[in-house]
């Protein structure tokens, strides 16, 4: 009888990544890696030419974020399975994740270990998500931040959220608004909104929050 092999697209914009993942997944005979890319617009164009079973995506792509390109090739590839490979931390985004349309959420801290069986579970229509994710679910996600950032911390958006996380590395308005392709007006307005939702007066007190939501996010 012979074996079905399933084709893989691997999408992140590290080099290094997608090869240690390619080299990973091409020794299993069950699988077969039909395409890498390191941007949004080449992922979605190989989604489109190449019809893959499933895709190993990180959801940190330049200028545009992961998580759009999950909504968007699974509306364009209904029966794509979408196995998210992230070095951020999945007790913020692995719950996002999955309400954009992945099926699987895995730390590149723990890909090595997991991914093969990770693939697996999601190519036969499974979801999956760590234990230590499964073990916090009954918990506020965000846990590990004061106790009165936990609800208004909720209600961020995903470009709040990843404009959070850029300045708490310590990039400006002006590096942010480049790395994002945003107006500088539309970054300031990002801020404002993310001070107003977490309730926080200065301007200190934002990068303060945000500098300990990098860190947590991650491994």
């Not at 084709?7 to 090869?19: A, C, E, F, K």
């Not at 617009?41 to 792509?61: C, H, K, N, Y």
């Not at 590149?108 to 994710?133: M, N, T, W």
């Not at 945003?182 to 500098?211: F, M, Q």
Request: include cysteine; glycine fraction near 6%; aromatic fraction near 4%.
């Amino acid at each position: 009888m012979t074996r079905l092999v399933s084709n893989i697209l691997i999408v992140d914009d590290h080099p290094i990544v997608r090869q240690g993942v390619s080299r990973l997944i091409a020794e299993e005979e069950r699988f077969r890696v039909c395409g890498e890319a390191s941007t949004w617009g080449e992922a979605f164009q190989l989604v489109s030419t190449t019809r893959p079973d499933a895709m190993i995506l990180d959801i940190s792509l330049g200028n545009r974020m992961g998580l759009d390109l999950i909504r968007e090739t699974t509306a364009l590839v209904p029966q794509l399975r979408v196995l998210v490979l992230s070095m951020h931390d999945e007790m913020i985004y692995a719950e996002r994740s999955l309400r954009a349309g992945a099926h699987g959420y895995i730390m590149k801290s723990d890909a090595a270990q997991k991914i093969l069986e990770a693939l697996d579970q999601v190519l036969q229509g499974r979801i999956y998500l760590s234990e230590r994710f499964l073990g916090e679910m009954t918990t506020p996600a965000l846990n590990r931040l004061p106790d009165n950032l936990r609800p208004s911390f909720q209600s961020l958006t995903n470009r709040e959220l990843e404009v959070l996380s850029l300045i708490g590395t310590g990039l400006s308005s002006e590096a942010i608004s480049k790395r994002l392709s945003l107006s500088l007006k539309t970054v300031e307005a990002h801020r404002g909104n993310i001070r107003s939702k977490l309730g926080l007066e200065t301007r200190d007190r934002l990068l303060e929050v945000a500098i300990r939501f990098a860190r947590e996010s991650l491994p």
